[in-house]
């Protein structure tokens, strides 16, 4: 059997997503799914040391993929936040609609202009 990394982060990617929109309903699930990642982490292992063959070394596109994925886990939180707000018997609460569209803003600028691009722009730059 063939290791294939794409087909194995797509677990890790679809928990990843899952939990960012529903863990502010259900703050537990964050729980669960660490619980998960920890037992898919050692099922994984055993499966590459007595099961797989040798990984074919490939390109970084996937692992480029996942890292883009993460930073869209903001983004899907504040849009599952809004959305169980949203869910309350009267509409988003007026003091609850303020701070969601302030969390949505700054994560979608974070999906679009990643930390690294900003870090690396302030504190590294050549002007002195």
């Known amino acids: 059997i063939e290791f294939e990394i794409g087909y194995h982060y797509i677990y890790l990617a679809n928990v990843f997503m899952f939990v ?5 309903l259900q703050p ?3 729980v669960f ?4 990642y920890f037992l898919m982490y050692w099922v994984q292992k055993y499966c590459v040391f007595n099961r797989y063959r040798r990984p074919i070394p490939g390109t970084d596109f996937v692992n ?12 899907i939180f504040s849009l599952g936040s809004m959305t169980w707000s949203n869910l309350s018997p009267n509409g988003i609460p007026p003091e ?3 701070p969601n569209l302030v969390a949505l803003g700054i994560s979608i ?3 679009l202009l990643p930390i690294n691009t900003i870090i ?3 504190c590294f730059s050549d002007n002195y």
């Open 64 to 75: 480029n993929a996942v890292y883009r994925l993460i930073f869209l886990g903001p983004v």
């Open 28 to 30: 537990i699930v964050s």
């Open 20 to 24: 960012c929109f529903f863990v502010s």
């Open 96 to 98: 609850a609609l303020l």
């Open 33 to 36: 799914a660490l619980i998960g």
């Open 109 to 111: 600028l974070l999906f």
């Open 120 to 122: 690396m722009g302030s």
